[in-house]
Every structure is written in structure tokens, then in C-alpha cells.
């Protein structure tokens, strides 16, 4: 590679970095946007390891956005999760193909939806089922001033 090209590489790096950190996402369905979430990202191994361990505050308008580099069957566990949370799993297209539901706090027991995703919120207990976030919604990710 010439010496000309290399920050051009660079920025596009950081431009593609840039586009996967996002504050919000809402969910739309076929009525119009029915939540909005502000969210941290998990975009590396490392956050994404982390999760929401430990924490033992989320607001009904909070979550974590896991941005997965790779579009599959994704597992999560509770393991030192005091909360009980909500997991939207959503696909490259940002389509909603799975929930789980009230999760266990703690557990060490995997949990997936068995449809292959690149997204998975985390949102609080409940959240999901009283925003009616359904199967078939579109999750909209958004960077906030």
C-alpha cells in the first residue's frame, strides 16, 4: 500500500466505526415507531463479554445495543446479571427474528432464539411486551445531537 492511501484507510476505518455507534434505537412496526431506547454499544469482544454484569439500575428507556461483526445464532447468559432483562434479537437488516422474554437473573443457562442475528438489544423486564416490540419490526438505530 503507498504511503498516499494510508489515511484515506484510515479514515474509512473510523467512518465504519463511527456508523455502528449509535445513542438510540426505536422500533417500528406497521402503527408507526413504538419505542425508542437510548443505548450504550457493546461493539467489541470485550464490551460485548461485559454485557450489563453487575448492574443494577436500567431505566424502561435504556439498553444495550450488542453489535455482533457477524450475522449468526447468538447466545447470551445472566451470569452476575442482577437484572432481569428483555433480548431483541435482530438481523442484518435490523428486522426483529427473535425475543426472549424475562430473562433469569444469574443464570448460567445459554439462551438464544435459533434464527441467525447481528443485533441483540438488551432492554429491561417487560419492556418489550408493553412497547408490543413484535417479530417482523424494524429496529431503527439513530445518533442523537
Given at each position: 500500500m503507498s504511503?498516499?492511501?494510508?489515511?484515506?484507510?484510515?479514515?474509512?476505518?473510523?467512518?465504519q466505526a463511527a456508523c455502528e455507534r449509535v445513542p438510540s434505537v426505536s422500533f417500528e412496526g406497521a402503527?408507526?415507531?413504538k419505542a425508542t431506547f437510548s443505548v450504550e454499544v457493546a461493539d467489541t469482544p470485550e464490551k460485548r463479554r461485559w454485557?450489563?454484569?453487575y448492574r443494577q439500575e436500567l431505566g424502561d428507556?435504556?439498553?444495550?445495543?450488542?453489535?455482533f461483526p457477524e450475522e449468526r445464532d447468538h447466545s447470551f447468559w445472566m451470569k452476575n446479571t442482577p437484572l432481569s432483562l428483555d433480548m431483541i434479537f435482530?438481523?442484518?437488516?435490523?428486522r426483529v427474528v427473535g425475543i426472549i422474554h424475562d430473562t433469569?437473573?444469574?443464570?448460567?443457562?445459554?439462551?438464544?432464539?435459533?434464527?441467525?442475528?447481528?443485533?441483540?438489544?438488551?432492554?429491561?423486564?417487560?419492556?418489550?411486551?408493553?412497547?408490543?416490540?413484535?417479530?417482523g419490526?424494524?429496529?431503527r438505530f439513530e445518533r442523537l445531537p
Open positions: 504511503v498516499r492511501l494510508w489515511p484515506v484507510c484510515v479514515l474509512l476505518l473510523c467512518l402503527d408507526g415507531v454485557g450489563l454484569m428507556d435504556e439498553g444495550m445495543l450488542f453489535v435482530m438481523d442484518g437488516r435490523r433469569v437473573p444469574f443464570s448460567t443457562r445459554s439462551v438464544s432464539v435459533g434464527v441467525a442475528s447481528r443485533y441483540v438489544l438488551e432492554v429491561r423486564a417487560g419492556v418489550a411486551r408493553r412497547s408490543q416490540i413484535a417479530v419490526d424494524v429496529g
